[in-house]
């Protein structure tokens, strides 16, 4: 199967009992503001790969040729992605909330600036800069499919998302419903927040849902850093990721 070849198995695989929020950056049906379709089958946004054999046999069905893993080193020792055939893995982290700064939030404000201080580290971080530099550019090189995604596809994969689609020039309304559609398909949200409930208290459910959701306003913070420093998101990506405009060129054409 070759790239942007996938039929109907791109949106099969957004269900995927094992990766609930893989699915194709190219969404069910992405366009740009000019009318042109994104091409399917070429980029995939998701979770942690923590595979079934199945899915991961059905994944080195799409033909993968590289996984690019942003989550932080405790993460990947935790919770090690599962071998997909055919693919390479490459570790680019990307810095999250830290944890005893977590397990210390008392109050849903807390955890609600939390959250906008780790999306405006993603525009500001060296480290957060220098991996997303390396996801962009390697994404540009590509020749085969590529997966990028994080611990719940929800933050350092929904800001990579949503630069990738604005560099497209996809309608910000869908870049925004594109990020927001973590909080439909995630399942495992529940689950962890039952466990808040139980060991912490049900007080304890409204602060720590904070950072198990996609929320406009957290996106919102690294856009704002994005503009106070870059005026635009396609300035960013060269000034404050330091890609070449032929890179950027590139990406784009992978997308369209």
């Not at 005893?100 to 957060?128: H, I, K, N, P, S």
């Not at 590529?146 to 309304?173: M, N, Y």
């Not at 870049?175 to 808040?196: F, P, Q």
């Amino acid at each position: 199967m070759s790239p942007g070849e996938t039929g109907d198995l791109g949106q099969e695989l957004v269900r995927l009992a094992s990766a609930d929020n893989f699915r194709d950056l190219a969404g069910p049906g992405h366009t740009t503001a000019d009318g042109h379709p994104l091409r399917p089958g070429v980029l995939f946004r998701s979770n942690e790969l923590q595979l079934s054999d199945a899915d991961a046999h059905r994944l080195a069905g799409l033909g993968l040729g590289e996984i690019f893993d942003l989550r932080e080193q405790h993460e990947v020792d935790a919770h090690p992605d599962i071998e997909v055939a055919g693919a390479s893995w490459h570790h680019l982290p990307v810095p999250g909330i830290p944890m005893e700064q977590v397990v210390a939030l008392a109050t849903r404000e807390q955890a609600d600036e939390a959250m906008r201080a780790v999306y405006r580290g993603f525009v500001d971080d060296e480290l957060a800069r220098a991996s997303f530099a390396e996801l962009l550019t390697r994404l540009a090189a590509g020749a085969a499919p590529q997966i990028f995604h994080c611990t719940a596809g929800k933050d350092r994969t929904g800001w990579a998302s949503a630069l990738l689609l604005r560099l497209a020039g996809v309608p910000e309304e869908t870049v925004l419903a594109d990020y927001l559609r973590t909080n439909e398909v995630n399942g495992t949200r529940e689950k962890y927040l039952a466990m808040v409930a139980e060991h912490l208290g049900p007080e304890k459910v409204a602060v720590y849902e904070s950072i198990m959701v996609a929320r406009t306003g957290y996106l919102t913070a690294a856009d704002e850093r994005v503009r106070a420093e870059h005026g635009d998101h396609a300035t960013y990506a060269v000034e404050g990721l330091g890609l070449s405009r032929e890179t950027v060129a590139a990406l784009v054409a992978r997308l369209r």
